[in-house]
């Protein structure tokens, strides 16, 4: 009898140990199903200035991290065309996001490479005059109109310097002024400003009445103003805020033309070869949510895309400059290359 107990209480302990055991294995075994859940990353693919610790990217990869449990992998691949062209000649190179695609590249984008259909519900949100993409994959996430950004002297006033129309920048220039552009070979804002002096119909000796510098990049093309080699740079409206929010500047202003402005529209979209396709739309959609686009505006230095945000803080005391339409886009994308050649001649003579 009394073995009999022995064998019950041993069978009892052996029993509950063994529950004990398979219980913490089920529950560890459940936890790191979970964990490899939240292990999942998505690459988003980008210019310096989005990307780089000084920009927005960094935190808001953090924030989707926190919100998503899905890490966010920043690179930086350059100007948006040379992204593009780098994802057409490597096709091994994946994304799941690309961000800094605007209404200029979008028609080669969409040549050159697949993407993933969008979300309807994403363009729903966005400003009526930043669906400039039609039927293409891409959801604008900010935006800025473009201009010429100078240093004030003690002749100018308080605000910007205004003109009738861009043909009077060139006229109002007699010393030669010179200018800082991105090259428009390998940067859209050059292709930016050849579509303002097309769509304006400026004759070649107008275009010549500039001293050019051109640069392979923007952040070249603005450093080079900023260090004083050239008198003006073709840059954002919003480039101004930078020096008077983050260098207590402000000397730096910009050129107001009554007729219009060309403007940048920086878009996202999901490439078609992309791992993580449907967190990737999550985090487009996460761009658009208004504390991230009030957070881009402040660290961007851009206007927000978003319907109902309108500008705060030191960007509230930009004018609501009148923008350019892109309705002769294609048109001056079938003659780009013919554009660009007699420009480039035309600048260096």
């Known amino acids: 009898m009394k073995h009999s107990k022995w064998v019950i209480l041993v069978s009892c302990i052996t029993i509950g140990v063994g529950a004990i055991v398979f219980g913490y294995f089920t529950v560890q075994g459940l936890k790191i199903d979970h964990e490899s859940l939240k292990g999942k990353k998505i690459k988003v693919l980008s ?3 989005f990307v780089s610790s000084y920009g927005p990217g960094p935190e808001l990869a953090k924030r989707f991290q926190q919100k998503t449990g899905v890490a966010v992998e920043l690179v930086n691949a350059g100007d948006p065309a040379l992204i593009i062209n780098k994802l057409r000649m490597d096709s091994a190179l994946w994304a799941d996001v690309i961000i800094g695609i605007d209404q200029m590249l979008a028609p080669s984008a969409v040549e050159k490479l697949e993407w993933k259909p969008l979300s309807a519900q994403l363009n729903s949100v966005v400003k009526e005059h930043l669906l400039v993409f039609g039927e293409m994959p891409f959801v604008a996430i900010d ?3 473009l201009t010429v950004i100078f240093r004030k002297d003690a002749k100018d006033g ?3 310097r205004k003109l009738a129309k ?3 920048y060139f006229k109002s220039n ?3 002024v010179k200018l800082s552009l991105p090259d428009p070979r390998a ?3 050059g292709r930016q400003w050849l579509y303002w002096t097309k769509h304006r119909g400026l004759s070649a000796d107008q275009i010549k009445s500039i001293d050019y510098t051109l640069a392979s990049s923007w952040s070249q093309s603005y450093g080079l103003f900023k260090k004083g080699s050239v008198d003006h740079s073709f840059s954002f409206l919003t480039s101004v805020v930078f020096h008077w929010m983050r ?3 402000r000397s730096y202003s910009f050129y107001e033309f009554a007729e219009g402005h060309p403007m940048q529209v920086d878009a996202a979209g999901v490439l078609g070869r992309c791992q993580e396709c449907d967190k990737a739309q999550e985090f487009i959609a996460f761009l658009l949510e208004p504390g991230n686009q009030a957070y881009m505006m402040q660290n961007n230095f ?7 945000l309108e500008s705060s803080g030191l960007f509230s005391e930009l004018p609501k400059l009148k923008v350019l339409s892109y309705e002769r886009l294609p048109k001056f994308n079938e003659e780009i290359d013919s554009i660009q050649s007699n420009f480039l001649q035309q600048a260096s003579e």
């Open 158 to 160: 308080e605000g910007p």
């Open 174 to 176: 007699p010393e030669k």
């Open 143 to 145: 935006w800025s109109p």
């Open 302 to 308: 851009m206007l927000p895309a978003r319907k109902g």
């Open 47 to 49: 210019y310096p200035a």
């Open 166 to 168: 861009f043909e009077d």
């Open 187 to 189: 940067s859209v804002l």
């Open 247 to 249: 260098e207590k500047d």
